[in-house]
């Protein structure tokens, strides 16, 4: 059969473009950006009414790529806001980002909870982490990449075995860090803390930090060395992440530290604080959840379980600046719940908004209760970036287990939990609330 011509200027189009491509294969991977978006102004307190709705589990994750919004958890099922008709989308589900309409070609069929997304840099594809070991009927053992329109398995990537649960992982240029309660990485320690190559999966030994120290309580209560939630400044170069352990690279570093990734290979930072040394809980050896750095990657915020105790930070939300990197390093701030515990945190530039199943913020002196000048704020709430006092914004949601997700894009804040209200209104367990 004869081939078909195309007219020169197809030819020339068709060559320029093979030549754009040879040079972004040879150019080097743009930085990661910051997972949430600057606002000007806080949200609105009125959820938009097109949210569809997950009917069970948790929604622990939500990303935007383009105009479609994944939602991530353990729920299994799902429906569009406006319909009675139940779909099967586990623990993985793609909406559109403007009517919230499910998308039914996107199925990726995850066997079992997603803790982690992130988007691949050209957008086409995801990765997803968590305590699945399957995508698709075919063996994932926690870490897999989907293609972002279908949810089919991307070719190529095989990612190095991990015998534990990912709970948090950012794309830096060509490694995926990856955070979680895993010990080994394709059989070599690895406690916690890795990197794999984006493009194949393969373990990538240029995040090693050496994670070490369990902690335990004056009860006895320990658990394994896990990072609970990390994230990377929008140039790429600051790695925080927060989780049970006391020391990095042979380097004390209670529940909290900062790496440089700056270089080849992953490096400890001397930015250091000892203000999580301290216990909270009996019952809990580590009490830190979740961490934000802020747009402009010079601060940052982390979250805090663990009960009321005077002089400490447990059930707080506390500013620390990224500054020098030397040691003793203080909040700027604390914001204290009074003894409930927040779980996830996003700063737009306007806010700093924390989720949990807390009842009050600006109480310092409540223990279980209102204390003088405590704010009822319940599920969720909104911290002036530079006072730490609540603002007045309080839209209310239901409090359950707790607010896991909190994410902001350019049109407004997404909200996951495993509660069905807010703002008065069913909205099971993912709202949207818009800028005004």
């Not at 980002?97 to 079992?112: E, L, Q, S, Y």
Request: proline fraction near 6%; hydrophobic fraction near 40%.
């Amino acid at each position: 059969m004869t081939p078909s011509r195309h007219p020169p200027h197809q030819t020339r189009a068709r060559a320029a473009g093979a030549l754009l491509a040879a040079l972004a294969v040879a150019l080097p991977a743009a930085p990661a950006h910051a997972v949430n978006a600057t606002h000007t102004t806080v949200v609105g307190v009125q959820p938009a009414a097109w949210t569809p709705h997950a009917l069970d589990g948790t929604v622990y994750r939500i990303l935007q790529i383009g105009s479609r919004v994944y939602l991530a958890g353990s729920f299994t099922k799902v429906r569009n806001a406006d319909s009675t008709a139940q779909l099967a989308r586990p623990r993985l589900v793609a909406i559109d980002a403007t009517t919230g309409r499910i998308d039914t070609t996107f199925n990726p069929a995850v066997n079992g909870t997603v803790k982690a997304l992130a988007a691949s840099a050209d957008g086409r594809s995801l990765y997803l982490g968590g305590a699945f070991t399957t995508v698709g009927g075919v063996a994932a053992p926690r870490v897999a990449r989907v293609d972002a329109v279908t949810g089919a398995r991307v070719a190529g990537f095989a990612p190095a075995v991990l015998n534990n649960q990912v709970n948090d992982m950012r794309l830096v240029g060509d490694r995926l860090v990856v955070g979680g309660a895993f010990q080994t990485v394709g059989g070599v320690t690895r406690r916690a803390l890795a990197a794999l190559n984006a493009t194949t999966g393969a373990a990538d030994a240029s995040v090693d930090l050496r994670l070490d120290g369990p902690r335990v309580t004056s009860s006895g209560v320990t658990a394994p060395v896990k990072v609970e939630a990390l994230d990377v400044s929008a140039d790429g170069r600051r790695l925080v992440f927060v989780g049970n352990f006391s020391s990095v690279a042979g380097q004390a570093r209670h529940q909290l530290a900062v790496a440089n990734l700056t270089g080849a290979v992953a490096t400890l930072s001397g930015w250091s604080t000892i203000r999580y040394q301290p216990q909270c809980s009996r019952n809990t050896p580590t009490y830190l959840r979740g961490v934000d750095i802020s747009p402009d990657g010079t601060w940052f915020v982390a979250v805090t379980t663990g009960a009321a105790f005077p002089g400490t930070l447990c059930d707080t939300a506390s500013r620390f600046e990224f500054g020098a990197e030397t040691a003793g390093a203080q909040p700027t701030w604390a914001n204290y719940t009074g003894g409930d515990t927040l779980l996830s945190v996003a700063i737009t530039g306007a806010a700093v908004y924390v989720g949990g199943h807390q009842r009050w913020l600006d109480n310092p002196q409540g223990r279980d209760s209102a204390g003088p000048g405590a704010v009822s704020r319940p599920g969720i709430g909104a911290i002036h970036p530079t006072t730490g006092r609540a603002l007045a914004w309080n839209p209310t949601k239901d409090r359950g287990v707790g607010t896991a997700e909190l994410y902001a894009t350019d049109r407004g804040l997404w909200v996951g939990s495993d509660t069905v209200t807010v703002a008065g209104e069913y909205h099971a367990r993912v709202a949207f609330l818009p800028l005004p």
